[in-house]
C-alpha cells in the first residue's frame, strides 16, 4: 500500500468492499511463474534480501492466512523480475522511501518502530525463506499489485484483478506485460537493507508504548507526538494503521502503478502492445 498519488478512497469500508466486488475477475489463465531462486541460500546477499522479504510480509500481511502472506511475497519476487521495477528484493520493497511516494508504506511511516509479533514475524520469515526457495504461490500468478478490500484505488479500474485472498485483492498488468515471458529482467546481484532511522518517529513510538502500559503521557510530550501527514494507518492494525472511518480527515492516496513508471510504458512498447492502457478512467 502507498499513500501519494491521485486515488479514488471510499471512506466507508462497507460500500468500498461492495465497489470492489462489482469490478470483475479477469478472463483466462492467471499465468505461472518459475520458482525464485536466483539468490544462494546462505549468501550474505540472501540473509539481507530474507530480512527485506520477511518485513514486507510481516509488515504487510501479519494478520493474513499463510496463503495470503504467500500472495504478498510472490508480488515483491515478481516485480523483481519485471522490468519496469527494481531488480531486487530490497529494492523492489524499499522503492520510493525516501521519497514523497513510497511503494510499501511501511517503509515511510514509521511502522518500523514497533516491535513485530512473535508468532506473525516467524510465519512471514517462513513464508519469505520458502518464497526465496523456489516456492510458486499460484493462486496470484501474474500479479505485481495488491491493495485493501477496503479502498478503492482508481488504478484498480486499469489493471487485470485475478483474485482475492482475505482482505487483499490482487492484479496484474493488462496485455503482454503481465505475461510470463515479460518477466525477464535479471535480479541485479546485489541487496541492500537501507537503516532505520526512528528518530523521526520516536516520539509517536514512546507515547504508544506508555498508553499501551496505562501510563498517561506528559503534555509536552504530547505536543511532540503529532502524527506524521503520511500516517494512514490504524492504530490496532499491525500490517497497514489505515483508519478510513468518517471524521478523521485523513485521505488515502495510492498511486498509479501505470504512471509510477517509465519502465512500464517502455516493457509496452517492446511488447508490441501498443499505447499504455488510459489512466483517467
Same mark, same amino acid.
Given at each position: ?117 512473535? @508468532? ?7 513464508? %519469505?525463506? !520458502?518464497?526465496? $526457495?523456489?516456492? *510458486? /504461490?499460484? =493462486? ?59 528518530? @523521526? ?7 504508544? %508504548?506508555? !498508553?499501551?502500559? $496505562?501510563?498517561? *503521557? /506528559?503534555? =509536552? ?59 483517467? @478512467?
Amino acid at each position: 500500500m502507498t499513500v501519494q498519488g491521485e486515488a479514488l478512497v471510499v471512506a466507508n469500508a462497507a460500500s468500498a468492499e461492495a465497489r470492489n466486488a462489482e469490478i470483475p475477475f479477469a478472463a483466462g489463465a492467471l499465468g505461472t511463474m518459475a520458482p525464485f531462486r536466483a539468490i544462494a541460500a546462505g549468501s550474505s546477499a540472501y540473509t539481507t534480501a530474507l530480512g527485506c522479504l520477511t518485513e514486507a510480509i510481516y509488515y504487510e500481511a501479519a494478520n493474513e492466512s499463510v496463503r495470503g502472506k504467500r500472495g504478498v511475497a510472490q508480488v515483491i519476487l515478481n516485480r523483481v523480475r519485471h522490468p519496469a521495477y527494481p531488480s531486487s528484493v530490497c529494492g523492489v520493497v524499499y522503492q520510493g522511501y525516501t521519497d514523497a511516494v513510497c511503494q510499501f508504506s511501511y517503509t515511510c511511516d514509521g511502522s518500523l518502530a514497533r516491535r513485530p509479533m512473535d @508468532r506473525q514475524w516467524r510465519e512471514s520469515r517462513e513464508v %519469505a525463506a !520458502a518464497a526465496l $526457495g523456489g516456492y *510458486v /504461490e499460484t =493462486s496470484v500468478g501474474t500479479a505485481t499489485n495488491y491493495h485493501a478490500d477496503y479502498v478503492v484505488p482508481y488504478w484498480a479500474f486499469t489493471l487485470d484483478k485475478v483474485v482475492q485472498e482475505g482482505r487483499h485483492i490482487f492484479y496484474r498488468l493488462p496485455g503482454g506485460a503481465g505475461r510470463p515471458m515479460a518477466f525477464a529482467a535479471r535480479w541485479t546481484g546485489r541487496e541492500f537493507h537501507p537503516s532505520f532511522n526512528p528518530a @523521526r518517529f520516536a516520539a509517536m513510538a514512546e507515547a504508544e %508504548a506508555l !498508553a499501551e502500559e $496505562g501510563l498517561s *503521557v /506528559e503534555p =509536552s510530550a504530547a505536543a511532540a507526538v503529532v502524527r506524521d501527514v503520511t500516517d494512514r494507518r490504524a492504530d490496532n492494525d499491525v500490517g497497514g494503521r489505515m483508519d478510513v472511518s468518517a471524521g478523521t480527515g485523513w485521505q488515502l492516496s495510492i498511486p498509479d502503478p501505470v504512471n509510477a513508471s517509465n519502465g512500464y510504458r517502455a516493457a509496452l512498447r517492446e511488447q508490441g502492445d501498443g499505447a499504455a492502457p488510459a489512466t483517467d @478512467r
